[in-house]
């Protein structure tokens, strides 16, 4: 017999669900790079939770495809972010994204110089941590441009696109330990 299902039984099972808008990111950079972390967790305006796949591989056996399971691949990160009224946010990144490479000099950093872990947190409803995200080794790949009008009256805004060599995910739920810092 299939257990009930109608709004009584969902009503009992579903107990609310996680917001778009209850998340923290606390941008950090390189120690070399002058920066207001706390003003710009302030200045962030939108992301994502980080995204994963595993790619696929294909063997023939007998005629038929046999799929199995393979790498892990991490995609590129987004976060949007509003510019501040002296563009000290926008300074940060181009300033990182010279110390990766500066063009005037043609001078190459080291990637321990370059890479910063970063997290990123799902808050509950209590504004509690739900889930942690440390996306390790990140570095901006791309700063996109603020589109600038003359006909709107907005804050402007930028994306900045962060690639990282892994992430590992911790449930912390209800403000228990977790396992990074």
């Known amino acids: 017999m299939a257990p009930a299902f109608n709004i009584d039984s969902y009503r009992a099972n579903f107990q609310g669900g996680a917001r778009q808008y209850l ?8 120690t070399s790079i002058p920066s207001n972390t706390e003003k710009a967790t302030y200045l962030v305006r939108t992301t994502n939770l980080p ?4 790619d696929e591989i294909t063997t023939q056996w007998q005629g038929f495809d046999f799929k199995m399971a393979g790498k892990y691949t991490y995609s590129d990160w ?59 080794g990140a ?17 402007i805004q930028f994306d900045v696109t962060y690639t990282y060599l892994y ?13 990074f810092v």
């Not at 998340?23 to 390189?30: N, T, V």
């Not at 995204?51 to 595993?54: C, D, V």
């Not at 901006?140 to 003359?150: E, F, G, M, R, V």
């Open 139 to 155: 570095w901006p790949k791309n700063i996109a441009t603020a589109t600038l009008d003359y006909s709107s009256n907005d804050v």
């Open 78 to 136: 987004t976060v949007t972010f509003n510019i501040d009224r002296d563009a000290a946010i926008q300074q940060m990144f181009h300033d990182w994204m010279s110390l990766i490479h500066d063009p005037t000099t043609n001078i190459y950093s080291a990637p321990s110089l370059y890479f910063v872990d970063q997290q990123l947190e799902l808050l509950d409803l209590d504004s509690l941590p739900i889930l942690k995200y440390k996306l390790i």
């Open 51 to 54: 995204e994963t796949s595993t």
């Open 167 to 179: 992430h590992v995910i911790d449930k912390a739920k209800y403000g228990g330990t977790t396992t």
């Open 23 to 30: 998340f923290y990111f606390k941008p950090a950079f390189p």
